[in-house]
C-alpha cells in the first residue's frame, strides 16, 4: 500500500513543479528582455524628455482627463459616451488587486538597475500606466473606430516607455495591456 501512495503523491506534484519552473523561465526571459530593452544611463536627455512626456500619458489625470473631457463636447466623442471611463475604471481596479496580490517588486527593487522617474509604488505586476492608456485608447476605439490605430499604437508607446524608463518589466506591460484589452471587450459586450 506504502508503493502505490508514493507515485500518487509524485503526480501531485508534478503540475505545481511544472507550473513554478514555466513561472522562472518567464520571469527569466522577462529579466533579460528589460535589460535589453530599458537603456536608462544610456539615454540622452533628448530621449529622457520623449519618453518622461509618453509615459506621462498613461498616469491616471492624463487617462481621467482623456475619457472625460470629451463628454462635455458634441460629434462622434460625445457619442462614444461613458465607455472609455468604464473601461478605465474596470481595469484600473482588476490591476490594483492583482498588484496587492502578486507583489512583484519593480526593476529598481530587484536591484536589476535604479529607475529614471518616480515609481508610483513599489509593485511592478501589472503596469497600471499601460493598463490605462490602453483602456481609454479601447473605449475611444469601439466608439469611434477611425481613432483606433493611432490611438492603441499612442498606448503601446506608454507601455514601451515603462520598460525604457525602468520602471516595468516587459511582462508587467503586456499583462496590463491584455488586462485592459479583455475589460474593453468585456464591457463592450455587456453594453
Request: glycine letters at 8%.
Amino acid at each position: 500500500m506504502a508503493t502505490t501512495s508514493a507515485p500518487r503523491g509524485r503526480w501531485r506534484r508534478w503540475p505545481n513543479e511544472m507550473a513554478n519552473s514555466l513561472l522562472q523561465r518567464l520571469d527569466a526571459r522577462d529579466r533579460a528582455l528589460f535589460v535589453r530593452w530599458s537603456t536608462p544611463h544610456a539615454l540622452s536627455w533628448r530621449a529622457r524628455t520623449f519618453w518622461v512626456a509618453v509615459t506621462h500619458l498613461g498616469s491616471a489625470w492624463c487617462t481621467l482627463i482623456a475619457a472625460l473631457v470629451p463628454q462635455l463636447g458634441t460629434g462622434p466623442l460625445r457619442d462614444v459616451g461613458t465607455l472609455p471611463f468604464s473601461v478605465l475604471v474596470v481595469s484600473h481596479l482588476v490591476i490594483q488587486g492583482i498588484k496587492r496580490t502578486i507583489g512583484r517588486p519593480r526593476p529598481s527593487r530587484s536591484h536589476v538597475h535604479a529607475s529614471l522617474i518616480d515609481e508610483p509604488d513599489r509593485f511592478s505586476f501589472p503596469s497600471g500606466h499601460a493598463a490605462a492608456a490602453m483602456a481609454v485608447a479601447l473605449g475611444f476605439a469601439f466608439g469611434v473606430p477611425q481613432l483606433a490605430a493611432p490611438l492603441v499604437m499612442l498606448a503601446t508607446l506608454v507601455g514601451l516607455s515603462r520598460v525604457v524608463l525602468g520602471v516595468h518589466f516587459p511582462g508587467d506591460v503586456i499583462a496590463g495591456q491584455a488586462i485592459a484589452f479583455v475589460t474593453a471587450v468585456c464591457t463592450v459586450l455587456l453594453r
